[in-house]
């Protein structure tokens, strides 16, 4: 039996309500001569339908377009149908994550058409996940290096759900958006998606139309056939009450749903469910079922799922018939992963599932079936059977691959890009959102040598800012930071602190002009008995005669918005004092700042960053809300809130080396609060203190 000859397809989107053109179906580029047309139409950029027919000619008129249109009964009825406008900068922050993996051109044509969403109030995460070279790293600094809404995110144990979780994990915005690096993106599909998740929080996930990027190829045109067209034109909503579809499949046919290349997700809801399983997912032994599964829990936790064909992309199938047998084992594979996922977390919807099979049978196997009624004449046979038998291989595929992922190296805590991190628990995850917090010091034009690297030049400092700025982090006090931990507040995406210990009278000259004009917020850390005198602790550095800012600057400082926090009486070791010395030191420090500010003062520091359980018992009994030390790592909001990790600036660290900080995985994530090493230390210092006391 002869195959029939394939004649590409042309891909045309056209919305009635715009001026047409006449379509050449002749390439000459690429010599290739279209004989069909796939038209999605829109009317005032609502897609309502698509049509489909053959065609020979050299050229589609405008003519012959509009009588083929003006025909359509779909195109007829739009006619009635208004939408509200889409959300432009008014809707909620939103961060769309794209895993990707040494495919730099797609990624580059996908990022290319992020950029160009008529949403305003988002970023783009981009996942590359155990990458074989540095491709995607190379790409992201060279071409989009400027463009604040990029950030790179590595992820080095392969897996789909693996990576969206390394994505989920780095940011903080209310709206979690999820594509593929394949996929050529909507204009308006940021807004589209941002429309439907409603203030009260009842609509936990929304999906989208797919379309094909193009049909040129007859392995194109079988995966869209296989796939359909997206699911339909309309609006359509699902949840276990008034919007529950007849038939026993439901919610298990989660496909129904959407696809993993076009969904969007309430952050909170997301997190709510554990995130993505670790387990499935292209590049897992399961390979797939990550979306079909969070579809599923999203589902099953109460929320509403939304599916609007108004958040359109474009899908470049797989071009070559030679990897298609693969890709229909791994269709099958990570459904049957999916539901085997669904049994052992819920053995109770065993019995449902196994009530649902004979509809599952006939759904997939029935030749008046949906699915199989829009495979054309010419798909092969061995295809379908392919993706039955990768079916009954998802059960052991998935068990497997759940059992790598426990044993994974990145179980438990795997550090990521831009100070996050995701705590692994088999198939479930908790995200840990983290906040770089720097300390500086003195910013000024001179000092003596042994003092030089805890001073900064106002030009270096200045560049400090300017890789803040040009990044799009959002510097906020200490407190305002602490509020966001203790009341568990979304955290703003890009948070960072900025503060400085001592109260040196260069901060005034040196850094709040730089902090002003970047408009900057900071966290001043200040010596109580030492304002408007001089920083005798730092004699030992030739630097005891420098400076201290007086009461009438602090309370302008704080008036600009400043947060002025206390550092102690006069700046000891706090950690190696009696237990009353230290309290006094402490006590003493908010009493004074308060007295002389004539406002609260919520922030301490340790002076030189050494703490215990004491002194932290003390910061807390003096009424504090928060305490930073000196750490090199992130801080997290699973940290104490009496040991807020810092990271120390010195004269050492350039523009290039803080952005690296920010943005690559350099740095420990909240370390524990006291470890054996600064047991050992603080022994050590004791000594110290009491022989020199004693001579």
């Not at 509403?304 to 084992?329: K, S, T």
């Not at 829009?374 to 379908?384: A, E, M």
């Not at 809300?625 to 810092?646: G, I, K």
């Amino acid at each position: 039996m002869s195959v029939p000859e394939f004649h590409p397809i042309k891909i045309l989107d056209v919305d009635v309500c715009r001026p047409m053109n006449d379509v050449p179906m002749f390439d000459a580029a690429t010599d290739q001569r279209y004989g069909g047309v796939f038209c999605l139409i829109r009317r005032q950029g609502r897609p309502v339908t698509i049509m489909e027919f053959d065609f020979d000619e050299d050229v589609l008129t405008t003519f012959e377009l509009r009588r083929r249109i003006s025909e359509n009964q779909a195109v007829q009825d739009s006619t009635f149908q208004h939408d509200a406008p889409l959300p432009r900068k008014d809707g909620p922050f939103a961060s769309v994550v794209i895993a990707t993996r040494d495919r730099a051109e797609s990624l580059a044509r996908c990022l290319d058409s992020l950029l160009l969403q008529t949403y305003q109030p988002f970023e783009i995460v981009v996942v590359d996940n155990a990458p074989s070279s540095s491709q995607t790293a190379d790409l992201i600094a060279r071409r989009y290096g400027g463009a604040r809404a990029v950030r790179y995110v590595r992820e080095d144990v392969p897996g789909l759900g693996r990576a969206h979780n390394a994505g989920l994990a780095n940011l903080s915005s209310e709206l979690a958006l999820f594509t593929d690096d394949d996929v050529v993106v909507d204009p308006n599909w940021v807004a589209a998606m941002a429309a439907n998740f409603d203030r009260d929080g009842r609509v936990g996930c929304v999906t989208g139309l797919i379309l094909p990027a193009e049909l040129d190829t007859r392995a194109q045109f079988w995966t869209e056939r296989h796939g359909g067209f997206g699911k339909g034109f309309a609006r359509k909503v699902f949840d276990l009450a008034g919007n529950r579809p007849a038939g026993s499949l439901f919610p298990f046919t989660a496909g129904q749903f959407g696809s993993g290349a076009n969904m969007a997700f309430r952050t909170e809801a997301l997190r709510q469910i554990g995130g993505f399983d670790s387990a499935l997912g292209a590049g897992t032994l399961a390979r797939g079922g990550d979306d079909l599964a969070s579809f599923y829990a999203v589902v099953q936790a109460g929320f509403q799922l939304v599916y609007d064909p108004r958040a359109l992309l474009w899908h470049h199938h797989r071009r070559g018939e030679d990897g298609m047998r693969r890709q229909a084992f791994g269709y099958g594979m990570g459904l049957g992963a999916y539901l085997t996922k669904v049994v052992i977390d819920e053995p109770a919807a065993a019995l449902r599932l196994a009530r649902a099979m004979p509809a599952g049978i006939a759904h997939m196997a029935g030749p008046t079936s949906p699915k199989n009624l829009r495979l054309p004449g010419d798909y092969p046979s061995n295809l379908v059977w392919r993706e039955r038998l990768g079916i009954a291989a998802g059960v052991p595929g998935y068990l497997r691959s759940r059992y790598a992922a426990a044993r994974s190296p990145s179980s438990g805590i795997a550090p990521s890009a831009n100070g996050h991190e995701v705590a692994f628990k088999g198939g479930s995850t908790a995200m840990r959102p983290s906040v770089p917090i720097l300390v500086y010091h003195s910013i000024d034009t001179s000092c003596a040598a042994p003092y030089r690297r805890w001073m900064m030049l106002p030009d270096e400092f200045e560049r400090h800012m300017q890789v803040l700025a040009e990044g799009g982090f959002r510097p906020v006090t200490i407190s305002a930071l602490a509020t966001i931990f203790r009341e568990k507040r979304p955290l703003p995406p890009r948070t960072v602190c900025i503060t400085f210990d001592d109260g040196l009278q260069d901060f005034l000259i040196g850094a709040m002009p730089i902090l002003e004009r970047h408009g900057f917020a900071a966290t001043l850390y200040v010596v109580s008995g030492l304002v408007g005198k001089t920083s005798q602790w730092l004699a030992s550095s030739g630097e005891g005669d420098r400076p201290m800012l007086g009461w009438g600057d602090l309370r302008a400082l704080a008036c600009e918005g400043i947060e002025i926090g206390a550092h102690t009486v006069s700046h000891p070791q706090l950690d190696i004092l009696s237990a009353s010395d230290a309290a006094r030191e402490i006590h003493d420090s908010k009493l004074a700042l308060e007295h002389g500010l004539k406002r609260p003062v919520h922030s301490f520091a340790y002076p030189h960053g050494y703490s215990s359980r004491t002194t932290r018992a003390l910061v807390r009994g003096a009424g504090f809300t928060s305490a930073c030390r000196v750490r090199h790592a992130m801080t997290t909001t699973t940290e104490d809130p009496y040991t807020l990790s810092r990271i120390v600036m010195t004269s050492e660290i350039g523009p290039a080396e803080l952005r690296r900080m920010l943005t690559q995985p350099v740095l420990p994530v909240a370390p524990p609060a006291d470890r054996l090493v600064a047991s050992g230390w603080r022994m050590v210092r004791r000594f110290q203190h009491m022989a020199h006391a004693g001579s």
